[in-house]
Protein backbone atom coordinates (compact mmCIF):
# COMPACT_ATOMS: atom_id res chain seq x y z
CA UNK A 1 0.00 0.00 0.00
CA UNK A 2 1.56 3.77 -0.74
CA UNK A 3 1.30 6.31 1.31
CA UNK A 4 -0.48 8.08 -0.46
CA UNK A 5 -3.57 4.95 -0.38
CA UNK A 6 -3.25 5.01 2.81
CA UNK A 7 -4.11 8.88 2.95
CA UNK A 8 -7.25 8.94 0.69
CA UNK A 9 -10.02 9.76 2.75
CA UNK A 10 -13.01 6.67 2.93
CA UNK A 11 -15.68 7.52 0.85
CA UNK A 12 -18.85 8.18 2.72
CA UNK A 13 -22.00 6.60 1.72
CA UNK A 14 -24.63 9.14 1.13
CA UNK A 15 -27.92 8.85 3.22
CA UNK A 16 -30.47 5.91 1.68
CA UNK A 17 -32.95 8.45 1.11
CA UNK A 18 -30.47 11.19 -0.50
CA UNK A 19 -29.40 8.09 -3.21
CA UNK A 20 -33.32 6.77 -3.47
CA UNK A 21 -34.96 10.46 -3.69
CA UNK A 22 -37.27 9.62 -5.91
CA UNK A 23 -38.44 6.53 -3.27
CA UNK A 24 -38.52 8.58 -0.20
CA UNK A 25 -41.13 11.60 -2.30
CA UNK A 26 -42.57 8.76 -2.83
CA UNK A 27 -43.08 7.47 0.59
CA UNK A 28 -43.72 10.65 1.63
CA UNK A 29 -46.58 11.39 -0.29
CA UNK A 30 -48.02 8.18 0.37
CA UNK A 31 -47.80 8.72 4.27
CA UNK A 32 -49.84 12.24 3.58
CA UNK A 33 -52.55 10.35 1.69
CA UNK A 34 -52.97 7.84 4.29
CA UNK A 35 -53.39 10.92 6.86
CA UNK A 36 -55.65 12.51 5.12
CA UNK A 37 -57.96 9.29 4.65
CA UNK A 38 -57.79 8.14 8.07
CA UNK A 39 -58.77 11.95 8.75
CA UNK A 40 -61.62 12.04 7.01
CA UNK A 41 -63.16 8.58 8.24
CA UNK A 42 -66.15 8.90 10.31
CA UNK A 43 -65.80 9.34 13.93
CA UNK A 44 -67.55 7.28 16.11
CA UNK A 45 -70.37 9.69 18.23
CA UNK A 46 -72.57 8.83 20.84
CA UNK A 47 -76.29 9.69 20.67
CA UNK A 48 -76.40 11.52 23.95
CA UNK A 49 -73.43 13.93 21.38
CA UNK A 50 -75.58 13.55 18.50
CA UNK A 51 -78.35 14.61 20.41
CA UNK A 52 -76.81 17.55 21.99
CA UNK A 53 -75.20 18.53 18.45
CA UNK A 54 -78.68 18.90 16.77
CA UNK A 55 -79.93 20.67 19.74
CA UNK A 56 -77.42 23.04 19.32
CA UNK A 57 -78.48 23.16 15.33
CA UNK A 58 -82.27 24.11 16.35
CA UNK A 59 -80.97 26.71 18.92
CA UNK A 60 -79.46 28.58 16.38
CA UNK A 61 -81.39 28.11 13.56
CA UNK A 62 -84.55 29.27 15.74
CA UNK A 63 -82.47 32.45 17.13
CA UNK A 64 -81.51 33.47 13.28
CA UNK A 65 -85.06 33.19 12.30
CA UNK A 66 -86.56 35.12 14.61
CA UNK A 67 -86.34 38.55 14.05
CA UNK A 68 -87.84 37.60 10.19
CA UNK A 69 -90.61 35.71 12.23
CA UNK A 70 -91.69 38.48 14.14
CA UNK A 71 -91.67 40.60 10.75
CA UNK A 72 -93.66 38.81 8.93
CA UNK A 73 -96.58 38.67 11.64
CA UNK A 74 -96.42 42.37 11.99
CA UNK A 75 -96.53 42.98 8.50
CA UNK A 76 -99.72 40.99 7.98
CA UNK A 77 -100.78 42.41 10.97
CA UNK A 78 -101.11 46.02 9.45
CA UNK A 79 -102.22 44.93 6.34
CA UNK A 80 -105.10 43.13 8.09
CA UNK A 81 -105.91 46.34 10.19
CA UNK A 82 -105.57 48.37 7.10
CA UNK A 83 -107.77 46.14 5.02
CA UNK A 84 -110.61 45.67 7.61
CA UNK A 85 -110.57 49.76 8.57
CA UNK A 86 -109.33 49.85 11.79
CA UNK A 87 -105.80 51.77 11.34
CA UNK A 88 -106.60 55.56 11.90
CA UNK A 89 -104.24 58.02 10.02
CA UNK A 90 -102.20 58.56 13.08
CA UNK A 91 -101.79 54.68 12.80
CA UNK A 92 -100.36 54.66 9.30
CA UNK A 93 -97.86 57.08 9.84
CA UNK A 94 -95.06 55.11 10.99
CA UNK A 95 -96.23 51.95 8.83
CA UNK A 96 -94.07 52.70 6.07
CA UNK A 97 -90.95 52.12 8.48
CA UNK A 98 -92.36 49.77 9.69
CA UNK A 99 -92.51 47.89 6.75
CA UNK A 100 -89.33 48.55 5.89
CA UNK A 101 -87.82 47.30 8.67
CA UNK A 102 -89.40 44.48 7.92
CA UNK A 103 -88.19 43.66 5.09
CA UNK A 104 -84.82 44.09 5.99
CA UNK A 105 -85.08 41.35 8.83
CA UNK A 106 -85.98 39.10 5.99
CA UNK A 107 -83.48 39.76 3.90
CA UNK A 108 -79.35 38.69 3.49
CA UNK A 109 -79.15 41.96 4.70
CA UNK A 110 -79.63 40.86 8.07
CA UNK A 111 -77.00 39.33 10.65
CA UNK A 112 -79.77 36.41 11.25
CA UNK A 113 -80.42 35.49 7.93
CA UNK A 114 -76.76 35.78 6.62
CA UNK A 115 -75.55 33.42 9.98
CA UNK A 116 -78.56 31.13 8.92
CA UNK A 117 -77.50 30.91 5.39
CA UNK A 118 -73.45 31.06 5.90
CA UNK A 119 -72.48 30.07 9.90
CA UNK A 120 -74.68 26.44 10.66
CA UNK A 121 -72.95 23.81 10.12
CA UNK A 122 -74.61 20.59 10.36
CA UNK A 123 -73.55 17.19 11.69
CA UNK A 124 -73.19 14.63 8.86
CA UNK A 125 -75.45 12.09 11.02
CA UNK A 126 -78.90 11.01 8.98
CA UNK A 127 -80.55 13.07 11.89
CA UNK A 128 -77.97 16.02 11.00
CA UNK A 129 -78.91 15.81 7.23
CA UNK A 130 -82.33 16.15 8.05
CA UNK A 131 -81.95 19.38 9.76
CA UNK A 132 -79.82 20.48 6.74
CA UNK A 133 -82.76 20.19 4.71
CA UNK A 134 -84.42 22.34 7.05
CA UNK A 135 -81.81 24.92 6.87
CA UNK A 136 -82.01 24.82 3.39
CA UNK A 137 -86.36 25.26 3.83
CA UNK A 138 -86.40 28.13 5.67
CA UNK A 139 -83.98 29.67 3.99
CA UNK A 140 -86.11 29.86 0.98
CA UNK A 141 -89.33 30.66 3.71
CA UNK A 142 -87.38 33.77 5.14
CA UNK A 143 -85.97 35.24 1.73
CA UNK A 144 -88.21 34.30 -0.82
CA UNK A 145 -91.87 33.59 0.93
CA UNK A 146 -91.73 35.82 3.61
CA UNK A 147 -90.01 39.18 2.22
CA UNK A 148 -92.26 38.83 -1.01
CA UNK A 149 -95.42 39.10 1.02
CA UNK A 150 -94.03 41.97 2.72
CA UNK A 151 -93.29 43.81 -0.09
CA UNK A 152 -96.64 42.77 -1.52
CA UNK A 153 -98.16 44.69 1.69
CA UNK A 154 -96.20 47.62 0.72
CA UNK A 155 -97.61 47.93 -2.13
CA UNK A 156 -100.95 47.23 -1.02
CA UNK A 157 -100.20 49.99 1.52
CA UNK A 158 -99.57 52.60 -1.14
CA UNK A 159 -102.86 51.20 -3.57
CA UNK A 160 -105.21 48.83 -1.39
CA UNK A 161 -106.55 48.67 -4.86
CA UNK A 162 -103.57 46.59 -6.59
CA UNK A 163 -105.47 43.65 -8.12
CA UNK A 164 -101.97 42.19 -9.16
CA UNK A 165 -100.09 42.66 -5.47
CA UNK A 166 -103.28 41.19 -3.47
CA UNK A 167 -102.81 37.75 -5.72
CA UNK A 168 -99.46 37.82 -5.39
CA UNK A 169 -100.01 38.21 -1.82
CA UNK A 170 -102.44 35.08 -1.94
CA UNK A 171 -99.95 32.75 -3.13
CA UNK A 172 -97.28 33.89 -1.04
CA UNK A 173 -99.44 32.84 1.71
CA UNK A 174 -99.78 29.96 0.29
CA UNK A 175 -96.26 29.19 -0.04
CA UNK A 176 -95.33 30.18 3.56
CA UNK A 177 -97.71 27.71 4.74
CA UNK A 178 -96.28 24.84 2.57
CA UNK A 179 -92.47 25.25 3.27
CA UNK A 180 -93.65 25.47 7.17
CA UNK A 181 -95.16 22.07 6.92
CA UNK A 182 -91.91 21.24 4.71
CA UNK A 183 -89.68 22.45 7.38
CA UNK A 184 -91.84 20.96 10.35
CA UNK A 185 -91.81 17.48 8.52
CA UNK A 186 -87.77 17.60 8.11
CA UNK A 187 -87.87 18.24 11.85
CA UNK A 188 -89.42 15.16 12.81
CA UNK A 189 -87.74 12.91 10.78
CA UNK A 190 -84.67 13.78 12.56
CA UNK A 191 -86.53 13.58 15.65
CA UNK A 192 -87.07 10.13 14.57
CA UNK A 193 -83.74 9.57 13.66
CA UNK A 194 -81.96 10.44 16.90
CA UNK A 195 -85.43 9.01 18.83
CA UNK A 196 -85.73 12.30 20.60
CA UNK A 197 -87.52 15.80 20.54
CA UNK A 198 -85.93 18.59 19.52
CA UNK A 199 -86.68 22.03 19.59
CA UNK A 200 -89.54 22.92 16.69
CA UNK A 201 -88.50 25.27 13.63
CA UNK A 202 -89.98 28.55 14.65
CA UNK A 203 -91.50 29.37 11.35
CA UNK A 204 -95.16 30.83 12.54
CA UNK A 205 -98.47 30.14 11.21
CA UNK A 206 -99.69 32.87 8.97
CA UNK A 207 -103.18 33.73 7.13
CA UNK A 208 -105.35 36.11 5.89
CA UNK A 209 -108.11 35.72 8.99
CA UNK A 210 -107.94 38.96 11.33
CA UNK A 211 -107.87 37.16 14.36
CA UNK A 212 -104.47 35.44 13.22
CA UNK A 213 -102.87 38.73 11.71
CA UNK A 214 -104.12 41.10 14.71
CA UNK A 215 -102.42 38.84 17.54
CA UNK A 216 -99.19 39.51 15.31
CA UNK A 217 -99.24 42.97 15.38
Known amino acids: MTTTDAAAPAVKKRPIWER ?113 NLVATATLWVTSDALQVIEDVQKLMSDPNDTAASRNLSKEEDLLASDRRTALSEEKAADRDLATQLQPVDLPSVGTTTSELSSGH
Open 20 to 132: HRGLAIAAAVLVIALITVISDLPTATTRASDVSAERAVMSEVNSDLQPCAYSIKQALGIWSLEANHRLTPADRTPTPGLLSDDQSACSFTNQGIYDLTNNIDTPGTPAGKQLG
